[in-house]
C-alpha cells in the first residue's frame, strides 16, 4: 500500500512499483482538513487513471491528539516545535502503517527521498541520492522494526528524474508545489492558527539579556530563537531572538555573537537500528532540515544526551529535532531541550 497525496512523488511512487509487480493499493490520510473530500475525489480519479484502487484512511482524530496538541503545547512552552518529524512516527507510520497491514499489505511505501539497505539482520536507513531533496531527518524517530515494512522507490533518483518519469507516462503536475512543512495551517498565519486553537496572545516585555525592558511582545508562542524580523525594537545594531521565557513571560534579545553554541541537551534518543552504539561517540549532527550535518561529540546518559559541537553552531533552538548521520547513514535523532 502506497501513502497517497496526489502529488508527483507519491504518485510516481505507486507507478513505478505497478510497474515492478507490486500489487498497489493507494491510501489517502483524510486528517480532518476542509479541502479533505475534495482531495479524496481527485485522488479517486487519479487512481483510476494509473490503474489502482485508492482508499481513504480516517486519521483526523489520532492526527488532531497527536500532532495538532503537540505543536500548541510545544509553541506554548516556549519551544519551535517539528510536526512532521512526529506526524510521520505517530501517523504516517504508526497509525497508517498499522491500517496497511491489518489491510494484508506486506509493505507501506511512500514518496520519501531516502534509501534503505537491508544488511543480513540490520537495517540501514540513507540520505535519499538528490541531495536537494533528501528528508531522512524527518525520519529520525522511526525503528528498525518498522523500516522492516516500508519501501521508499524514490530514493535513488532526482527530482527532475521523477518528474520526467511522470511525464513519460501520460501524468503532468504543471507548476505542482512542495509541500508546505506545517500542512494543517493552510494558509494561514501561526498566530491567526494557534488563536484559533486557543492559544490567546499574552503580550509581555521584550528585554535584553541584563534584563533591560527594550519593547513589548505580542505573546511568546510567537517568536523563536534567532527571529530578528517583527521585534518592533528600536536599536543601534540588529538584535535577535536568544531566548523565550513563557514562564516569565519575557522574549530575550541580543546580538548575533549571543545565538552560536558549541553545545545543546538533548531528550531521549531514538536510535533507529538498535541500542546506543556507546556511551561517547562521534557523528555528524543536523540540527534543522536545512541545517547542514556538522561534526559533533555525542555524549549519551540514561535521560538523553548533551551533543557537542566540533563548531559552535548558530541559533541551535529547543523543541527542533537533533538527527545523527554516520556518512549517509542515518542513525536516529532526539528532541534539542536545552
Avoid at 497517497?4 to 480532518?32: I, N, P, R
Wanted: aromatic share 8%; net charge positive.
Amino acid at each position: 500500500m502506497v501513502a497517497m497525496s496526489g502529488g508527483v512523488d507519491s504518485t510516481t511512487c505507486a507507478m513505478l512499483l505497478k510497474e515492478q509487480g507490486y500489487a498497489v493499493t493507494g491510501l489517502f490520510m483524510d486528517l480532518g482538513g476542509d479541502d479533505s473530500g475534495d482531495q479524496a475525489l481527485r485522488l479517486r480519479a487519479l487512481g483510476q487513471k494509473i490503474g489502482i484502487t485508492v482508499e481513504v484512511v480516517d486519521l483526523a482524530v489520532p492526527f488532531r491528539k497527536q500532532v495538532k496538541e503537540y505543536f500548541k503545547r510545544s509553541y506554548q512552552a516556549g519551544l519551535t516545535p517539528n510536526p512532521c518529524v512526529v506526524c510521520n512516527r505517530e501517523i504516517k507510520f504508526g497509525r497508517l502503517l498499522d491500517h496497511a497491514r491489518a489491510g494484508g499489505a506486506e509493505y507501506l511505501a511512500t514518496g520519501h527521498y531516502v534509501r534503505i539497505d537491508h544488511d543480513h539482520d540490520r537495517v540501514r536507513l540513507r540520505k535519499g541520492a538528490d541531495p536537494g531533496k533528501d528528508q531522512s531527518y524527518f525520519l529520525c524517530r522511526l525503528s528498525v522494526d518498522l523500516l522492516r515494512r516500508c519501501l521508499f522507490p524514490l530514493g535513488g533518483f532526482r527530482k527532475e528524474e521523477v518528474y520526467r518519469m511522470a511525464a513519460a507516462r501520460g501524468l503532468e503536475f504543471p507548476g505542482s508545489a512542495e509541500s508546505q512543512d506545517v500542512c494543517f495551517l493552510s494558509g494561514r498565519t501561526l498566530a491567526d492558527y494557534l488563536t484559533a486553537a486557543g492559544l490567546a496572545p499574552r503580550p509581555g516585555d521584550i528585554v535584553a539579556a541584563d534584563g533591560r525592558v527594550l519593547g513589548r511582545h505580542r505573546g511568546t508562542h510567537l517568536y523563536t530563537i534567532g527571529q530578528r524580523r517583527g521585534l518592533g525594537v528600536a536599536a543601534a545594531r540588529p538584535l535577535y531572538v536568544i531566548a523565550v521565557d513563557p514562564g516569565r513571560n519575557q522574549v530575550i534579545v541580543g546580538a548575533d555573537r549571543d545565538l552560536w553554541r558549541d553545545n545543546c541537551r538533548l531528550g531521549p534518543i531514538n536510535w533507529i537500528s538498535g541500542p546506543a552504539p556507546g556511551e561517547e561517540i562521534e557523528i555528524a549532527a543536523k540540527i534543522r532540515y536545512r541545517h547542514q550535518p556538522v561534526p559533533a561529540r555525542l555524549f549519551c546518559d540514561r535521560d538523553g544526551g548533551r551533543l557537542l559541537f566540533a563548531a559552535s553552531q548558530r541559533a541551535v533552538t529547543p523543541g527542533q529535532f537533533a538527527a545523527f548521520y554516520h556518512g549517509d547513514e542515518l542513525l536516529g535523532g532526539a528532541e534539542i531541550i536545552g
